[in-house]
């Protein structure tokens, strides 16, 4: 037994191999003994040996190892067809539900690279327009700056005007009309500088204002644009591309990410505070030209006034002068006559000096007449009349003679102060026509060509 034990090669027996010898019934010991199975492959004994049992399997027993292998096989290849059927339906549902997704993905894609469109589009035509109209609204700028430089000369004129003016003499230093335009025009160039300093100022805040925003709307246009071309980039992106791989962390929202509401009120807010900083641009633009225009005309009209009061006074200096002049042509010629008068009485006291002392006593006496009394009236004539009657002839010419020096003196004394008051004249004729109205060629004829220029 220990022999077919150990040699046994298969678990089937060969057919030269010996029957096994039958042993008897009898009773057996209690005790089972173990046998070893041996280590070769294929070895018919074994378990089936136990407790003396024989090595062989029985009909039945094969045939219901046969039927459960064959269950088995059955089931086995049931269960195989099964979940390759199953397999097939999940992976064309699969594929399906993968184009599907894939598809509407593409579509979503698609529609959101029109809205950013649509905004970059906007943005790019506000970025546009803001930024002529920040170009419109400098150059506005540097009309205002001109217009403030081609003030310089305006009010220097001015200034020059009244320092030259404050050079006349008494009495011609008056406050005159032509001193009251001066002094309003020179008030109203200062306003008119500290209008355009203001207005400059709000022009450059309102030009950093639009270039911020400008700023703003070329970010956001920015994105858009990167944003664009990334979204592009994922509607193209299919199974058979090259570089797609996985990116698991991907899959969650970002905890700064916005919404498509806050998403399309971001770039609704930066078009519309665009919108209102270039409205608030052309006001100002509106409002440069019309502070330029009028700053031109109250300039305009101010110079005519000055101008005018300039020709005034000129023609009132050239009037008076011309008189005083007359009078002075006459008051030499009264000179002259008197100096003649004065030699003639002279001689005719030498001639007749009794005669002289009675006319003179009395013409004296009646020198005291007062102001306008002192008059050569018809008893002044009577009275030389009466003198020459009266052979007192000779003191009314002593009398005269006074009377002659001391008009010839009050004409000399008339006579100095009529060629002063002509040289007083002449200065103020000078300085208003020479000094002032020349210089005053040089103010410029508008203020809104000047600032062209």
């Not at 008076?320 to 002259?336: F, M, S």
């Amino acid at each position: 037994r220990r022999e077919r034990g150990h040699g046994g090669g298969s678990a089937m027996a060969q057919p030269d191999e010996p029957q096994p010898t039958a042993v008897p019934s009898c009773p057996l010991p209690g005790k089972i003994c173990d046998v070893v199975r041996s280590e070769r492959p294929r070895s018919c004994c074994g378990m089936a040996m136990a407790g003396f049992r024989t090595s062989k399997y029985q009909v039945p027993e094969w045939h219901r190892r046969n039927a459960g292998v064959y269950y088995k096989a059955f089931t086995a290849s049931e269960e195989a067809e099964r979940g390759r059927a199953e397999s097939q339906h999940l992976m064309k549902h699969a594929a399906s539900s993968a184009q599907r997704a894939q598809e509407y993905s593409k579509s979503t894609l698609a529609q959101r690279l029109q809205d950013i469109h649509f905004w970059r589009v906007e943005l790019q035509k506000e970025i546009m327009e803001l930024d002529a109209e920040t170009n419109l609204l400098a150059a506005q700028k540097l009309r205002l700056q001109r217009a403030l430089d081609a003030t310089e000369v305006p009010y220097s004129v001015v200034v020059d005007n009244l320092e030259c003016r404050e050079r006349r003499q008494p009495p011609d230093l008056v406050i005159d009309e032509v001193e009251r335009q001066l002094l309003k025009e020179a008030d109203l160039i200062r306003d008119i500088r500290d209008l355009l300093k203001r207005t400059i100022i709000q022009a450059t805040t309102q030009i950093r204002s639009n270039r911020i925003q400008k700023e703003n709307c070329e970010l956001d246009w920015s994105d858009k644009v990167e944003t664009y071309h990334i979204d592009d980039k994922c509607v193209g992106y299919c199974t058979d591309s090259t570089n797609v791989q996985f990116h698991p962390s991907s899959v969650k929202f970002e905890e700064n990410a916005s919404t498509p509401k806050s998403w399309a009120q971001f770039s609704h807010d930066n078009i519309s505070s665009a919108e209102q900083e270039k409205l608030a641009s052309v006001q100002l633009r509106s409002l440069i030209n019309s502070i330029i225009h009028d700053a031109s005309e109250d300039l305009r009209m101010q110079r005519a006034a000055v101008n005018e009061a300039f020709d005034n006074r000129c023609r009132e200096l050239d009037d008076a002068k011309l008189r005083l002049e007359q009078h002075l042509e006459q008051i030499l010629k009264d000179i002259a006559g008197e100096e003649a008068n004065i030699v003639n009485l002279k001689k005719a006291i030498r001639d007749k000096e009794a005669h002289l002392k009675v006319a003179h006593t009395r013409l004296f006496d009646r020198s005291f007449r007062p102001n306008i009394e002192l008059c050569r009236d018809e008893p002044q004539f009577r009275l030389i009349s009466e003198v020459e009657e009266l052979t007192v002839f000779l003191e009314a010419l002593k009398r005269k003679l006074m009377e002659s020096e001391r008009n010839l003196k009050n004409l000399e004394e008339t006579r100095m102060k009529l060629e002063k008051e002509i040289a007083v004249k002449a200065n103020s004729i000078f300085i208003d026509r020479q000094k002032c109205m020349s210089y005053r060629v040089r103010y410029p004829v508008d203020l809104e060509v000047a600032s062209y220029k």
